[in-house]
Protein backbone atom coordinates (compact mmCIF):
# COMPACT_ATOMS: atom_id res chain seq x y z
CA UNK A 1 0.00 0.00 0.00
CA UNK A 2 1.29 3.60 -1.18
CA UNK A 3 2.20 5.74 2.06
CA UNK A 4 -0.06 8.35 0.26
CA UNK A 5 -3.54 8.05 0.29
CA UNK A 6 -5.37 7.51 -3.36
CA UNK A 7 -7.91 9.95 -2.20
CA UNK A 8 -8.56 11.42 0.67
CA UNK A 9 -12.25 12.36 2.30
CA UNK A 10 -11.85 16.02 1.30
CA UNK A 11 -11.41 14.94 -2.46
CA UNK A 12 -14.52 12.68 -2.41
CA UNK A 13 -16.44 14.94 -0.89
CA UNK A 14 -16.47 17.25 -3.72
CA UNK A 15 -16.46 14.33 -6.22
CA UNK A 16 -19.51 13.30 -5.02
CA UNK A 17 -20.86 16.94 -4.32
CA UNK A 18 -21.26 15.32 -0.05
CA UNK A 19 -20.00 16.38 3.29
CA UNK A 20 -18.44 13.23 4.47
CA UNK A 21 -18.18 13.16 8.23
CA UNK A 22 -15.11 10.61 8.63
CA UNK A 23 -12.06 11.58 8.18
CA UNK A 24 -11.35 8.50 6.16
CA UNK A 25 -8.47 8.26 4.03
CA UNK A 26 -8.29 5.90 1.13
CA UNK A 27 -5.76 4.03 -0.40
CA UNK A 28 -7.47 2.16 -2.89
CA UNK A 29 -11.18 1.48 -4.42
CA UNK A 30 -12.69 -1.80 -4.62
CA UNK A 31 -15.55 -3.06 -6.01
CA UNK A 32 -15.40 -6.86 -4.50
CA UNK A 33 -15.90 -7.46 -0.74
CA UNK A 34 -13.72 -10.66 -1.02
CA UNK A 35 -10.80 -9.26 -2.17
CA UNK A 36 -10.65 -5.89 -1.16
CA UNK A 37 -7.12 -4.70 0.43
CA UNK A 38 -7.31 -2.62 4.18
CA UNK A 39 -8.33 1.18 3.87
CA UNK A 40 -10.09 0.49 0.27
CA UNK A 41 -13.11 2.53 -1.01
CA UNK A 42 -15.80 -0.19 -1.47
CA UNK A 43 -18.28 0.65 -4.03
CA UNK A 44 -21.89 -0.72 -3.18
CA UNK A 45 -22.76 -1.77 -6.88
CA UNK A 46 -25.81 -3.64 -7.76
CA UNK A 47 -27.50 -5.24 -10.64
CA UNK A 48 -30.30 -7.32 -11.85
CA UNK A 49 -29.38 -10.28 -9.10
CA UNK A 50 -27.48 -8.71 -6.64
CA UNK A 51 -27.15 -5.98 -4.34
CA UNK A 52 -23.84 -4.49 -3.32
CA UNK A 53 -25.52 -2.93 -0.14
CA UNK A 54 -25.28 -6.46 0.98
CA UNK A 55 -22.30 -6.86 1.00
CA UNK A 56 -21.21 -3.60 2.88
CA UNK A 57 -20.78 -4.49 6.35
CA UNK A 58 -18.54 -7.78 5.20
CA UNK A 59 -16.23 -5.06 3.13
CA UNK A 60 -16.49 -2.48 6.29
CA UNK A 61 -15.24 -5.88 8.30
CA UNK A 62 -12.36 -6.84 6.05
CA UNK A 63 -10.75 -3.51 6.35
CA UNK A 64 -12.49 -1.07 3.86
CA UNK A 65 -12.30 2.81 4.97
CA UNK A 66 -15.39 3.43 4.36
CA UNK A 67 -18.21 2.80 1.31
CA UNK A 68 -20.01 4.58 -1.24
CA UNK A 69 -23.68 3.42 -0.76
CA UNK A 70 -27.24 4.70 -1.77
CA UNK A 71 -29.02 4.06 1.12
CA UNK A 72 -28.76 3.25 5.12
CA UNK A 73 -27.17 0.16 5.97
CA UNK A 74 -28.67 -1.91 8.76
CA UNK A 75 -26.08 -2.11 11.30
CA UNK A 76 -23.24 0.23 9.67
CA UNK A 77 -21.91 3.07 11.67
CA UNK A 78 -23.26 5.90 9.16
CA UNK A 79 -20.17 7.83 9.47
CA UNK A 80 -18.43 5.00 7.60
CA UNK A 81 -21.18 5.25 4.74
CA UNK A 82 -21.12 7.86 1.71
CA UNK A 83 -24.71 7.88 0.46
CA UNK A 84 -25.19 8.92 -3.38
CA UNK A 85 -27.89 8.92 -5.59
CA UNK A 86 -26.59 6.46 -7.92
CA UNK A 87 -23.73 4.19 -6.61
CA UNK A 88 -22.72 3.35 -10.22
CA UNK A 89 -23.01 7.16 -11.44
CA UNK A 90 -20.70 7.74 -8.51
CA UNK A 91 -18.00 5.25 -9.65
CA UNK A 92 -18.38 7.28 -13.03
CA UNK A 93 -17.74 10.19 -11.29
CA UNK A 94 -14.66 9.23 -9.67
CA UNK A 95 -13.48 7.82 -12.52
CA UNK A 96 -13.29 11.01 -14.57
CA UNK A 97 -11.94 12.62 -11.58
CA UNK A 98 -8.85 10.38 -11.72
CA UNK A 99 -8.41 11.18 -15.14
CA UNK A 100 -8.64 14.68 -14.94
CA UNK A 101 -6.38 15.13 -12.11
CA UNK A 102 -3.46 14.04 -13.78
CA UNK A 103 -1.39 15.40 -17.17
CA UNK A 104 0.33 12.60 -18.24
CA UNK A 105 0.52 10.09 -21.30
CA UNK A 106 -2.79 7.77 -21.10
CA UNK A 107 -3.05 4.77 -23.81
CA UNK A 108 -5.85 2.96 -24.97
CA UNK A 109 -5.75 -0.79 -25.93
CA UNK A 110 -8.76 -2.27 -28.25
CA UNK A 111 -9.26 -4.63 -30.41
CA UNK A 112 -10.43 -8.30 -31.38
CA UNK A 113 -7.68 -10.18 -30.02
CA UNK A 114 -4.43 -9.09 -27.54
CA UNK A 115 -6.27 -6.34 -25.64
CA UNK A 116 -4.92 -7.79 -22.47
CA UNK A 117 -1.59 -9.00 -23.39
CA UNK A 118 -0.75 -5.65 -25.41
CA UNK A 119 -1.41 -3.78 -22.04
CA UNK A 120 0.32 -6.12 -19.83
CA UNK A 121 3.33 -5.93 -22.44
CA UNK A 122 2.87 -2.21 -21.68
CA UNK A 123 3.09 -2.02 -18.54
CA UNK A 124 5.88 -4.42 -18.33
CA UNK A 125 7.86 -1.91 -21.24
CA UNK A 126 6.88 1.75 -19.67
CA UNK A 127 7.37 0.26 -15.72
CA UNK A 128 10.98 0.39 -16.58
CA UNK A 129 11.24 3.92 -17.33
CA UNK A 130 8.87 5.55 -15.33
CA UNK A 131 6.11 4.84 -12.79
CA UNK A 132 3.08 3.33 -14.84
CA UNK A 133 -1.02 2.62 -13.78
CA UNK A 134 -2.59 -0.18 -15.98
CA UNK A 135 -6.05 -1.69 -15.69
CA UNK A 136 -6.22 -5.20 -14.13
CA UNK A 137 -6.77 -8.53 -15.60
CA UNK A 138 -9.62 -7.82 -18.08
CA UNK A 139 -11.42 -4.54 -16.40
CA UNK A 140 -12.05 -3.23 -19.52
CA UNK A 141 -16.22 -2.60 -19.67
CA UNK A 142 -18.62 -0.31 -18.58
CA UNK A 143 -17.09 -0.75 -14.92
CA UNK A 144 -13.91 -1.99 -15.08
CA UNK A 145 -12.78 1.28 -17.43
CA UNK A 146 -14.19 3.78 -14.46
CA UNK A 147 -12.76 1.24 -12.16
CA UNK A 148 -9.26 1.30 -12.88
CA UNK A 149 -9.49 5.24 -13.56
CA UNK A 150 -10.71 5.54 -9.89
CA UNK A 151 -7.78 3.64 -9.32
CA UNK A 152 -5.13 5.90 -10.79
CA UNK A 153 -2.00 7.55 -8.69
CA UNK A 154 -2.19 11.41 -9.22
CA UNK A 155 1.13 10.87 -9.60
CA UNK A 156 1.38 8.05 -12.43
CA UNK A 157 3.17 9.11 -15.51
CA UNK A 158 1.74 6.95 -18.09
CA UNK A 159 -1.95 5.25 -17.71
CA UNK A 160 -2.79 2.77 -19.59
CA UNK A 161 -6.47 1.20 -20.28
CA UNK A 162 -8.03 -1.84 -21.58
CA UNK A 163 -10.98 -1.24 -23.39
CA UNK A 164 -13.52 -4.04 -24.73
CA UNK A 165 -16.75 -4.31 -26.65
CA UNK A 166 -19.25 -6.36 -28.11
CA UNK A 167 -21.92 -3.72 -29.40
CA UNK A 168 -21.55 -1.17 -31.11
CA UNK A 169 -21.90 2.26 -29.07
CA UNK A 170 -19.80 1.20 -26.08
CA UNK A 171 -16.45 1.89 -26.91
CA UNK A 172 -17.65 5.64 -28.18
CA UNK A 173 -18.75 5.76 -24.23
CA UNK A 174 -15.85 4.60 -22.85
CA UNK A 175 -13.21 6.75 -24.82
CA UNK A 176 -15.10 9.67 -23.06
CA UNK A 177 -13.76 8.77 -19.67
CA UNK A 178 -10.20 7.90 -21.33
CA UNK A 179 -10.01 10.39 -23.20
CA UNK A 180 -6.64 9.25 -24.24
CA UNK A 181 -3.50 10.42 -25.87
CA UNK A 182 -2.36 7.10 -28.04
CA UNK A 183 -5.11 4.50 -29.39
CA UNK A 184 -3.71 0.76 -30.05
CA UNK A 185 -6.06 -1.46 -32.14
CA UNK A 186 -4.10 -4.80 -31.99
CA UNK A 187 -6.55 -6.29 -34.77
CA UNK A 188 -9.73 -6.79 -36.12
CA UNK A 189 -11.64 -10.11 -36.44
CA UNK A 190 -14.33 -11.70 -36.38
CA UNK A 191 -14.93 -11.62 -32.70
CA UNK A 192 -18.83 -11.34 -31.11
CA UNK A 193 -20.08 -11.34 -34.85
CA UNK A 194 -23.29 -12.44 -33.02
CA UNK A 195 -24.00 -8.85 -32.75
CA UNK A 196 -22.65 -7.55 -36.02
CA UNK A 197 -23.42 -8.30 -39.78
CA UNK A 198 -20.14 -8.52 -40.61
CA UNK A 199 -16.65 -7.42 -39.97
CA UNK A 200 -16.89 -4.71 -41.42
CA UNK A 201 -18.69 -3.41 -38.53
CA UNK A 202 -16.75 -4.88 -35.81
CA UNK A 203 -14.07 -2.82 -37.62
CA UNK A 204 -16.49 0.77 -37.33
CA UNK A 205 -17.52 -0.48 -33.87
CA UNK A 206 -13.53 -0.16 -32.91
CA UNK A 207 -12.70 2.85 -34.92
CA UNK A 208 -15.27 4.39 -31.79
CA UNK A 209 -12.03 4.70 -29.90
CA UNK A 210 -11.07 7.82 -32.34
CA UNK A 211 -13.94 9.41 -31.14
CA UNK A 212 -12.68 11.41 -27.74
CA UNK A 213 -8.81 11.56 -28.02
CA UNK A 214 -6.89 14.43 -27.03
CA UNK A 215 -5.69 16.97 -29.12
CA UNK A 216 -2.76 15.64 -31.07
CA UNK A 217 -3.58 11.95 -30.45
CA UNK A 218 -1.66 9.20 -31.82
CA UNK A 219 -3.48 5.91 -33.01
CA UNK A 220 -1.14 2.58 -33.33
CA UNK A 221 -2.51 0.49 -36.27
CA UNK A 222 -1.75 -3.32 -37.59
CA UNK A 223 -0.78 -2.72 -41.33
CA UNK A 224 -0.89 -6.56 -41.99
CA UNK A 225 -5.17 -6.75 -41.06
CA UNK A 226 -7.40 -6.22 -43.59
CA UNK A 227 -9.05 -3.38 -42.14
CA UNK A 228 -6.19 -1.13 -42.23
CA UNK A 229 -7.01 1.65 -44.59
CA UNK A 230 -11.01 1.58 -43.01
CA UNK A 231 -9.53 2.45 -39.87
CA UNK A 232 -7.04 4.26 -41.04
CA UNK A 233 -9.53 6.68 -42.81
CA UNK A 234 -12.11 6.75 -39.64
CA UNK A 235 -8.71 7.98 -37.21
CA UNK A 236 -8.26 10.50 -40.31
CA UNK A 237 -11.71 11.88 -40.20
CA UNK A 238 -11.52 11.90 -36.36
CA UNK A 239 -9.23 14.78 -36.65
CA UNK A 240 -6.56 12.22 -36.11
CA UNK A 241 -3.23 13.42 -37.52
CA UNK A 242 -0.44 11.39 -36.57
CA UNK A 243 -1.16 6.96 -37.58
CA UNK A 244 1.97 4.69 -36.88
CA UNK A 245 1.60 1.32 -38.48
CA UNK A 246 2.91 -1.75 -37.48
CA UNK A 247 3.16 -5.30 -38.83
CA UNK A 248 5.42 -7.62 -41.17
CA UNK A 249 4.86 -5.80 -44.25
CA UNK A 250 7.65 -3.58 -45.39
CA UNK A 251 5.81 -0.36 -45.56
CA UNK A 252 4.76 -0.57 -42.01
CA UNK A 253 6.00 2.28 -40.04
CA UNK A 254 7.55 -0.32 -37.08
CA UNK A 255 7.96 -3.54 -38.79
CA UNK A 256 9.64 -7.12 -38.23
CA UNK A 257 13.07 -7.94 -39.91
CA UNK A 258 13.78 -10.85 -38.56
CA UNK A 259 12.07 -13.27 -35.30
CA UNK A 260 13.11 -16.41 -33.95
CA UNK A 261 11.10 -18.94 -31.65
CA UNK A 262 12.51 -20.86 -28.60
CA UNK A 263 11.11 -23.30 -25.58
CA UNK A 264 10.05 -20.30 -23.88
CA UNK A 265 10.51 -16.84 -25.54
CA UNK A 266 10.45 -14.85 -28.83
CA UNK A 267 13.72 -12.98 -30.38
CA UNK A 268 12.65 -10.23 -32.74
CA UNK A 269 14.68 -7.91 -34.95
CA UNK A 270 12.64 -4.96 -35.65
CA UNK A 271 12.75 -1.99 -37.61
CA UNK A 272 11.14 1.18 -34.99
CA UNK A 273 10.36 3.98 -37.19
CA UNK A 274 13.55 3.92 -38.80
CA UNK A 275 15.56 2.37 -35.59
CA UNK A 276 16.57 -1.39 -35.96
CA UNK A 277 16.38 -3.03 -32.15
CA UNK A 278 17.12 -6.41 -31.12
CA UNK A 279 14.83 -7.77 -27.85
CA UNK A 280 12.70 -10.49 -26.69
CA UNK A 281 9.47 -10.85 -25.24
CA UNK A 282 9.04 -13.79 -22.23
CA UNK A 283 6.19 -14.91 -24.60
CA UNK A 284 6.30 -18.09 -27.43
CA UNK A 285 4.33 -17.07 -31.03
CA UNK A 286 3.86 -14.62 -33.89
CA UNK A 287 1.22 -12.79 -32.20
CA UNK A 288 3.75 -11.94 -29.80
CA UNK A 289 6.22 -10.83 -32.24
CA UNK A 290 3.08 -8.76 -33.77
CA UNK A 291 2.11 -7.56 -30.00
CA UNK A 292 5.74 -6.53 -29.01
CA UNK A 293 5.49 -4.10 -32.51
CA UNK A 294 2.45 -2.39 -30.88
CA UNK A 295 4.02 -1.81 -27.74
CA UNK A 296 7.33 -0.21 -29.30
CA UNK A 297 5.82 1.60 -31.56
CA UNK A 298 3.81 3.42 -28.59
CA UNK A 299 6.56 3.98 -26.39
CA UNK A 300 8.68 5.76 -29.35
CA UNK A 301 5.54 7.60 -29.60
CA UNK A 302 5.24 8.82 -25.87
CA UNK A 303 9.46 9.40 -26.08
CA UNK A 304 10.16 6.36 -23.65
CA UNK A 305 13.53 4.81 -23.54
CA UNK A 306 13.13 1.85 -25.87
CA UNK A 307 15.99 -0.15 -24.63
CA UNK A 308 14.52 -0.09 -21.29
CA UNK A 309 11.23 -0.91 -22.55
CA UNK A 310 13.40 -4.11 -24.65
CA UNK A 311 14.32 -5.20 -21.12
CA UNK A 312 10.73 -5.04 -19.39
CA UNK A 313 9.76 -7.09 -22.48
CA UNK A 314 12.04 -9.70 -21.78
CA UNK A 315 10.44 -10.09 -18.55
CA UNK A 316 6.72 -10.37 -19.55
CA UNK A 317 5.41 -13.60 -18.24
CA UNK A 318 2.44 -15.31 -19.34
CA UNK A 319 -0.99 -14.76 -17.11
CA UNK A 320 -3.20 -17.29 -15.98
CA UNK A 321 -5.15 -19.00 -19.05
CA UNK A 322 -3.00 -17.07 -21.81
CA UNK A 323 -0.45 -18.95 -22.31
CA UNK A 324 1.23 -19.90 -18.78
CA UNK A 325 2.91 -23.28 -19.46
CA UNK A 326 3.66 -26.06 -16.88
CA UNK A 327 5.88 -29.06 -16.64
CA UNK A 328 4.04 -31.83 -15.40
CA UNK A 329 5.86 -34.74 -13.85
CA UNK A 330 4.40 -38.66 -14.04
CA UNK A 331 6.18 -39.17 -10.57
CA UNK A 332 8.81 -37.74 -7.93
CA UNK A 333 11.47 -39.33 -9.88
CA UNK A 334 10.91 -36.54 -12.93
CA UNK A 335 11.67 -39.08 -15.71
CA UNK A 336 9.02 -38.71 -17.39
CA UNK A 337 6.38 -35.35 -18.08
CA UNK A 338 4.46 -33.53 -20.25
CA UNK A 339 3.91 -29.54 -21.06
CA UNK A 340 0.51 -27.83 -20.28
CA UNK A 341 -0.09 -24.44 -22.39
CA UNK A 342 -2.78 -23.18 -20.11
CA UNK A 343 -4.85 -20.58 -23.00
CA UNK A 344 -8.36 -21.57 -21.15
CA UNK A 345 -9.21 -17.98 -20.94
CA UNK A 346 -11.39 -17.30 -23.74
CA UNK A 347 -11.48 -17.78 -27.52
CA UNK A 348 -12.52 -16.49 -30.76
CA UNK A 349 -11.14 -17.36 -34.13
CA UNK A 350 -8.46 -14.95 -33.99
CA UNK A 351 -6.90 -16.27 -30.43
CA UNK A 352 -7.88 -19.78 -31.25
CA UNK A 353 -5.98 -19.80 -34.45
CA UNK A 354 -2.70 -18.23 -32.46
CA UNK A 355 -2.73 -20.83 -29.97
CA UNK A 356 -2.68 -23.95 -32.52
CA UNK A 357 -0.08 -22.14 -34.09
CA UNK A 358 2.16 -21.38 -30.88
CA UNK A 359 1.19 -25.09 -30.08
CA UNK A 360 2.58 -26.22 -33.95
CA UNK A 361 5.67 -23.93 -32.97
CA UNK A 362 6.70 -25.76 -30.08
CA UNK A 363 9.34 -28.53 -30.82
CA UNK A 364 8.88 -32.21 -30.40
CA UNK A 365 10.25 -34.50 -27.88
CA UNK A 366 10.87 -37.64 -28.92
CA UNK A 367 7.78 -39.90 -28.46
CA UNK A 368 5.62 -36.74 -27.98
CA UNK A 369 2.69 -35.43 -29.83
CA UNK A 370 1.60 -32.06 -29.87
CA UNK A 371 -2.34 -32.05 -28.77
CA UNK A 372 -5.11 -29.17 -28.88
CA UNK A 373 -7.66 -29.63 -26.43
CA UNK A 374 -10.80 -27.49 -27.41
CA UNK A 375 -13.96 -26.60 -26.73
CA UNK A 376 -16.60 -24.01 -28.32
CA UNK A 377 -16.00 -20.09 -29.42
CA UNK A 378 -18.63 -18.21 -27.96
CA UNK A 379 -20.57 -15.01 -29.54
CA UNK A 380 -20.57 -16.11 -33.49
CA UNK A 381 -23.77 -16.48 -34.20
CA UNK A 382 -24.81 -17.74 -37.86
CA UNK A 383 -21.16 -17.94 -38.67
CA UNK A 384 -20.17 -20.73 -35.80
CA UNK A 385 -20.30 -23.90 -38.01
CA UNK A 386 -17.98 -22.53 -40.81
CA UNK A 387 -15.62 -20.55 -38.27
CA UNK A 388 -14.87 -23.66 -36.30
CA UNK A 389 -14.74 -25.75 -39.32
CA UNK A 390 -11.80 -23.05 -40.94
CA UNK A 391 -10.06 -24.22 -37.48
CA UNK A 392 -9.13 -27.56 -39.69
CA UNK A 393 -7.10 -26.63 -41.95
CA UNK A 394 -4.96 -24.23 -38.67
CA UNK A 395 -4.33 -27.47 -36.99
CA UNK A 396 -3.20 -29.05 -40.03
CA UNK A 397 -0.61 -26.59 -41.07
CA UNK A 398 0.29 -26.72 -37.52
CA UNK A 399 1.32 -29.87 -37.69
CA UNK A 400 -1.00 -30.98 -34.89
CA UNK A 401 -0.86 -34.24 -34.32
CA UNK A 402 -4.39 -34.78 -32.08
CA UNK A 403 -7.40 -32.64 -31.19
CA UNK A 404 -9.73 -33.64 -28.29
CA UNK A 405 -13.16 -31.72 -29.11
CA UNK A 406 -16.09 -30.57 -26.58
CA UNK A 407 -18.89 -28.73 -27.22
CA UNK A 408 -21.95 -28.08 -29.67
CA UNK A 409 -19.65 -25.91 -32.34
CA UNK A 410 -16.87 -28.25 -32.31
CA UNK A 411 -18.88 -30.87 -33.20
CA UNK A 412 -19.14 -29.82 -36.61
CA UNK A 413 -14.77 -29.29 -36.30
CA UNK A 414 -14.69 -33.06 -34.80
CA UNK A 415 -16.67 -34.37 -38.14
CA UNK A 416 -15.17 -31.98 -40.77
CA UNK A 417 -11.47 -32.95 -39.51
CA UNK A 418 -12.44 -36.65 -40.24
CA UNK A 419 -13.99 -35.96 -43.58
CA UNK A 420 -10.61 -33.95 -44.45
CA UNK A 421 -7.30 -34.24 -42.68
CA UNK A 422 -7.51 -38.05 -41.94
CA UNK A 423 -3.57 -37.86 -40.56
CA UNK A 424 -5.17 -36.00 -37.31
CA UNK A 425 -6.24 -38.00 -35.10
CA UNK A 426 -9.89 -36.28 -33.70
CA UNK A 427 -11.66 -37.53 -30.62
CA UNK A 428 -14.98 -35.76 -29.77
CA UNK A 429 -16.47 -36.15 -26.42
CA UNK A 430 -20.23 -34.65 -24.80
CA UNK A 431 -18.74 -33.48 -21.87
CA UNK A 432 -15.49 -32.34 -19.79
CA UNK A 433 -15.51 -35.42 -17.15
CA UNK A 434 -15.15 -37.33 -20.49
CA UNK A 435 -12.45 -35.61 -21.89
CA UNK A 436 -10.18 -35.60 -18.42
CA UNK A 437 -10.82 -39.38 -18.45
CA UNK A 438 -9.65 -39.71 -21.51
CA UNK A 439 -6.67 -37.03 -21.74
CA UNK A 440 -5.50 -39.74 -18.28
CA UNK A 441 -5.41 -42.20 -20.14
CA UNK A 442 -4.29 -41.09 -23.14
CA UNK A 443 -0.88 -38.82 -22.07
CA UNK A 444 2.43 -39.62 -22.81
CA UNK A 445 6.15 -38.90 -21.61
CA UNK A 446 6.74 -35.80 -23.89
CA UNK A 447 3.09 -34.47 -25.39
CA UNK A 448 2.77 -30.77 -25.62
CA UNK A 449 -0.71 -30.46 -24.09
CA UNK A 450 -2.63 -26.61 -25.06
CA UNK A 451 -5.92 -26.31 -24.00
CA UNK A 452 -8.46 -23.20 -24.91
CA UNK A 453 -12.01 -22.26 -25.26
CA UNK A 454 -14.70 -19.86 -24.52
CA UNK A 455 -15.03 -18.99 -20.55
CA UNK A 456 -18.71 -20.24 -21.35
CA UNK A 457 -16.95 -23.49 -21.46
CA UNK A 458 -15.13 -23.54 -18.45
CA UNK A 459 -11.66 -25.37 -19.93
CA UNK A 460 -9.69 -23.67 -16.65
CA UNK A 461 -11.33 -26.86 -14.74
CA UNK A 462 -9.41 -29.00 -17.20
CA UNK A 463 -6.02 -27.33 -16.77
CA UNK A 464 -6.52 -27.42 -12.93
CA UNK A 465 -7.28 -31.46 -13.11
CA UNK A 466 -3.90 -31.58 -14.76
CA UNK A 467 -1.86 -29.52 -12.49
CA UNK A 468 -3.22 -31.35 -9.42
CA UNK A 469 -3.91 -34.89 -10.35
CA UNK A 470 -1.91 -38.04 -8.72
CA UNK A 471 -0.88 -40.14 -11.61
CA UNK A 472 -1.01 -43.26 -9.96
CA UNK A 473 -4.50 -42.85 -8.38
CA UNK A 474 -5.79 -40.56 -11.32
CA UNK A 475 -4.69 -42.57 -14.20
CA UNK A 476 -5.39 -45.58 -12.88
CA UNK A 477 -9.09 -44.70 -12.36
CA UNK A 478 -9.27 -43.52 -15.70
CA UNK A 479 -8.82 -46.54 -17.07
CA UNK A 480 -11.35 -48.57 -15.09
Not at 112 to 132: C, D, M, N, P
Not at 263 to 287: E, F, N, P, Q, R
Request: hydrophobic share 45%; net charge negative; aromatic share 8%.
Amino acid sequence: MSLLPLWTSQELGMVFGVNIATRRNSYGVSIDSRTLEKDDLFFALSGPNFDGHGYVKTALENGASCAVVSKAVDGVDPDRLIIVDNVMAALIMLGKAGRDRVNVPIIAVTGSVGKTGTKEALKAALSRYKKTHASVLSYNNDVGVPLSLARMPYDAQYGIFEMGMNHSGELKELVKLVRPDVAIITTVELAHSEFFENVEEIADAKAEIFTAMNEGGIVVLNFDNPHFARLKSKAEAAGVRKIISFGNDERADVKVMHHFFHDTCSCIIADIMGKVMTYKVGMLGYHWVMNSLAVLATVDAVGADLGLSGLGLAELQPLVGRGRRERIYFDMTAAASFLLIDESYNANPASMKAAINTLGECEDSEGGRKIAVLSDMAELGEHAAELHCDLAAVLNDAEIDCVFAVGKHMKYLADFIVRQYPNINVSYFNDKNAIERALLHDIRDGDVIMIKGSNSGGMASIVRKLQNLDFNQDKQAAIS
